[in-house]
């Protein structure tokens, strides 16, 4: 009895308190809701990131990408595939990936691998080949519950996801694992996938109309191959298929009708990367935002004047200074977008 008098007349005053509170703080109970929550929608413009921005720091968790993805304030993001399908049990990978990288970059080049070299490449590529087929077999069976426990766990931080970038989209990636990429991306609360444009209008046509079968929007994202005309014929396959724009890849390559493009194909843009790149007359390079050729802030007020409701999507790809590390450098990034759109 004791107990209960003593809960029901704090509650009481409690409420006495809140009623003579400044109006504020009458809202309590909202405020608390959403106290700790990041807000990236900056003006009417969504400002988000891509998950890969984060991968050089140490912990590629779950858990921990949202902790990167909140400390840099960001509400809203593209996910890499590795977060979520670890979370949901997909098989952890044996290979070097680094020392697969170092010799098949060398092969690329050109470079004379010692025979050593060459076996020990054949080893990992075998193993890769091996490790691609337990994958597959994998999500053939997962359990799309896991991907809404992390959608889940994503929100309640109040992080939304509206993209999702898993290895399951490619032309040698199985009909099974497409169908199960589109499917976790439902889960995951996303609009659209993204991948890599195949270069094959067999393929995107195929993901299309996969597309419209799971009810998922296909974002293509090109690099220095972008041009004006790049997704006609993937926009005219379905209207399923869609833009993945890379704004800084496309002043790479040495475009000069971005502004344009995006004027045109706004309402088929899914989303937009967005980084600083210089002009091949100024080197190609990646670079700390305002110091590029990428018109950055003119491609956001427009986003703000013209109601654009496609994200922009932050990619963080210049090297992260000494002494600072990925957050922080995004951070600035998502700085940097506040005070072009405000």
Not at 38 to 67: H, K, W
Not at 163 to 173: E, I, L, R, T, V
Not at 312 to 337: H, N, R, W
Request: hydrophobic share 35%; aromatic share 8%; with cysteine.
């Amino acid at each position: 009895m004791k107990t209960r008098r003593d809960f029901l007349i704090k509650s009481a005053m409690s409420a006495a308190a809140l009623v003579t509170a400044p109006t504020w703080l009458q809202g309590a109970p909202s405020i608390i809701r959403n106290f700790n929550k990041p807000n990236s929608l900056i003006n009417g413009v969504q400002i988000g990131c891509i998950t890969y921005s984060f991968r050089t720091m140490p912990d590629q968790s779950a858990e921990a990408t949202l902790r990167y993805v909140k400390d840099s304030g960001l509400s809203a993001i593209e996910l890499m595939g590795d977060p979520a399908e670890s979370f949901a049990g997909m098989p952890v990978s044996p290979i070097n990936r680094m020392r697969m990288f170092q010799l098949g970059g060398k092969a690329r080049r050109g470079e004379e691998l010692t025979a050593d070299e060459t076996k020990e490449l054949d080893e990992l590529r075998a193993q890769g080949d091996a490790y691609q087929k337990e994958v597959a077999a994998w999500r053939a069976t997962a359990d799309m519950k896991k991907f809404e426990q992390f959608r889940k766990m994503y929100k309640d931080a109040g992080v939304s996801i509206y993209a999702f970038k898993p290895s399951a989209f490619g032309k040698n990636n199985t009909d099974a694992e497409i169908a199960y990429g589109m499917k976790a991306a439902k889960a995951l609360g996303a609009s659209h996938i993204t991948l890599e444009h195949p270069s094959d209008d067999a393929h995107t046509l195929k993901l299309g109309k996969m597309g419209e079968q799971y009810g998922m929007a296909v974002g293509y994202h090109g690099h220095e191959q972008e041009t004006f005309t790049f997704w006609d014929t993937a926009l005219t396959q379905s209207p399923k298929n869609g833009l993945n724009l890379d704004a800084g890849h496309y002043i790479a390559a040495g475009q000069t009708d971005l502004i344009p493009l995006i004027e045109k194909q706004h309402s088929r843009i899914l989303s937009m990367h967005t980084k600083d790149r210089t002009t091949p007359a100024n080197g190609k390079g990646n670079v700390v935002w305002g110091t590029g050729d990428t018109p950055i802030g003119e491609m956001l007020q427009m986003m703000k004047k013209n109601k654009y409701k496609f994200p922009a999507t932050i990619e963080l790809e210049y090297q992260v200074p000494e002494g600072s590390d990925a957050v922080k450098e995004v951070q600035k990034c998502v700085e940097f977008c506040q005070k072009a759109l405000a």
